[in-house]
């Protein structure tokens, strides 16, 4: 398998267009054509990560979060990150990473967290905005279904559990072939009038260039005539953080232990106790600071994320319980989550759990 391959297969698990925009994913160093070797999964790409894929035989490092995010100017190795990537490149491995592309979909990092912790049915926090975007063209009426069925295939159509979703409306259009054209139907320098079907359907933004793709192939016109536009709508599979419910209402210190033992914190730092039973609770791997609100608005009982500041800890406002269980600790079962995955899909195939330790804080 090439590289490229592989992270085709990475890609439909977490489509890298649903990454944030301040984010840097998808294959940082290396080439596209490289057959691999073997594949290391971590969470962070240090040098002592670099170093077991050398020692492992494996190319390719897939690395939840990537180790080049601000633009980098020099390769002098004088900081870590780029002493990563000289070795990297000096060795021929590439690295590729995923980073908010899987903080984004319902089975990626706040998923494995709810199965971890055993949160049931969860559902997204803060879904992404602008992830929706609608299609409208115009086809002749007897090449309104094949063209229809094209973009079914390329994965328009979809809302929720229905497929196939689409509006259809006939009428007639009309235009004028220019001197240089060569007009399907019609003539040069007449005014044509066409029976049409104007065909609405919405998509995902992960499928934009593969049904652009086929509305070119698929359309008969030599011109054709078309709007995309982006939804206020937001898809409830994809976004940040999940919120659902315990199987049964538990204790807030019970709850918190456990929080602890299943993640294995070292220490969790919270806000005050409410004395209440802990029943909906809000998850957001990494810093989640930002979900605070919207976690109070779901009516969780309880944020568990990480990297939470002094002052942000008074947001709970004595409505929620926000617990900041360590930024690597919330994030480090996404390592399992990804060889799990990529074992399914490629199996007998060399995939392997990083052991090199990449966290950076240590606990007294
Ligand atoms: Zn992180």
Known sequence: ????????????????????SFDNVGLLVGNPSTKVTGILVTLDT????????????????VSFHPIIFGGLKKLTGKSYVERVVIKAIKNDIAIYSMHTALDNVTQ????????????????ILIPQKESIKKLTTYVPIKDADALR??????????????????????????????????????EIGKTHYEE?????????????????????????????????????NTDQNIGMGMVGRLQNPIDEINFLNEVK???????????????????????LGGSGAFAIEAAMASGADVLITSDIKYHEFYKAEGKMIIADIGHYESEQFTKNL???????????FAIRLSESKTNPIKYL
Do not use: W
């Open 1 to 20: 398998m090439t590289v490229k391959e592989v992270t085709d297969i990475l890609e439909d698990l977490a489509p890298l267009s649903y990454a944030e």
């Open 46 to 61: 240090l040098e002592n990560v670099v170093d077991e894929a050398i020692e492992n035989k494996c190319n390719l490092i």
């Open 108 to 123: 990626g990092v706040n998923g494995k967290i709810c199965d971890v912790l055993g949160i049931k049915n969860p559902q």
């Open 149 to 186: 069925d094209a973009l079914f295939d390329a994965g328009a159509g979809n809302i929720g559990n229905y497929s196939n979703c689409s509006f259809n409306t006939n009428g007639k259009g009309s235009y004028k072939a220019g001197e240089n054209a060569n007009p399907t139907m019609g």
């Open 196 to 232: 049409e079907t104007q065909l609405s359907v919405t998509f995902s933004k992960a499928y934009q260039a593969k049904i652009m793709k086929v509305l070119f192939s698929s359309h008969p016109y030599e011109e054709v005539a078309y709007e995309v536009i982006t939804l206020e």
């Open 261 to 283: 033992k299943k993640m294995g914190s070292e220490g969790i730092r919270h806000s005050k106790l409410l004395g209440k039973k802990i029943m909906k609770v809000a998850v």
């Open 338 to 348: 990804l060889v799990d995955y990529l074992t399914k899909k490629i199996p007998n």
